[in-house]
């Protein structure tokens, strides 16, 4: 069984620029979660894909988009960088139904760095 | 507003010493709660979980925590901590209802010295 993966492990940007970050979900998961997590604090929820729909959305702008394939990898995008975009992004997919909540299991994260 | 405190940032611990890393939550009708521990420069791994049943839970490396609705609370704790338990540890709700969003606490380091 494969686990969540994550490309790229880093990522050196400028101000303005835009960035595509990609999820490959664990075998048989439906669900893809991503998260900012900046340097000492929790993660926040960003957004979640469930069946390539977006299915709930934090407090983020629209600056901030998804993606779900029909193989349930997914990406992150961001335009117009902004310097507080720097943080690890972490993606994170689950089985979701109608058995109700399922545990998210996390990737290693793709650090952004923002100049 | 759904929230989750983790109201020590740090724990110092002797090796071999018990520790409780406490967690409280906002209030709610339903939750589902998580521990997920994160080693340094690596993501979330999941250390036990929640979801109904039993109220206290056990993860395979000795830590266990308890459920306690009336105090909203999902403390963890291990009786005997080993030098690679030193991590960030991040406890985290789902409220029913919200798109299955993990919400997170800030997170406690614990830093285990011989």
């Known amino acids: 069984e494969t686990g969540v993966t994550q490309s790229p492990t880093h990522l050196i940007k400028t101000r303005g620029q835009q960035v595509t970050l990609r999820c490959s979900s664990q075998s048989g998961h439906n669900t893809v979660s991503w998260y900012q997590q900046a340097l000492g604090q929790g993660p926040q929820f960003i957004f979640q894909?469930?069946?390539?729909?977006?299915?709930g959305r934090g407090n983020f702008p629209p600056r901030f988009s998804g993606l779900q394939f029909p193989n349930y990898s997914s990406e992150l995008n961001v335009n117009a960088l902004e310097l507080d975009d720097s943080a690890l992004y972490l993606c994170?997919?689950?089985?979701?139904?109608?058995?109700?909540?399922?545990?998210?299991?996390f990737g290693p994260g793709t650090r952004l760095t923002v100049l | 507003a759904q929230s989750v405190t983790q109201l020590d940032s740090q724990v110092p611990v002797f090796e071999e010493a018990p520790v409780e890393l406490r967690c409280n939550y906002s209030?709610?009708?339903?939750?589902?709660l998580f521990w997920y521990v994160q080693y340094p420069n690596q993501g979330l791994q999941l250390l036990l979980k929640?979801?109904?049943?039993?109220?206290l839970v056990e993860s395979i490396n000795g830590f266990e925590a308890e459920f306690n609705k009336s105090q909203t609370s999902f403390h963890l704790r291990k009786p005997s901590v080993h030098i690679s338990d030193t991590a960030e540890y991040f406890c985290?709700?789902?409220?029913?209802?919200?798109?299955?969003?993990?919400?997170f606490g800030t997170g406690t380091r614990l830093q285990v010295t011989l």
């Open positions: 209030s709610s009708v339903s939750v589902y």
């Open positions: 985290a709700v789902i409220y029913t209802g919200t798109a299955s969003k993990l919400t």
């Open positions: 894909y469930y069946r390539e729909e977006e299915n």
């Open positions: 929640y979801l109904s049943g039993s109220t």
């Open positions: 994170a997919s689950s089985q979701e139904g109608l058995a109700g909540v399922d545990t998210q299991y």
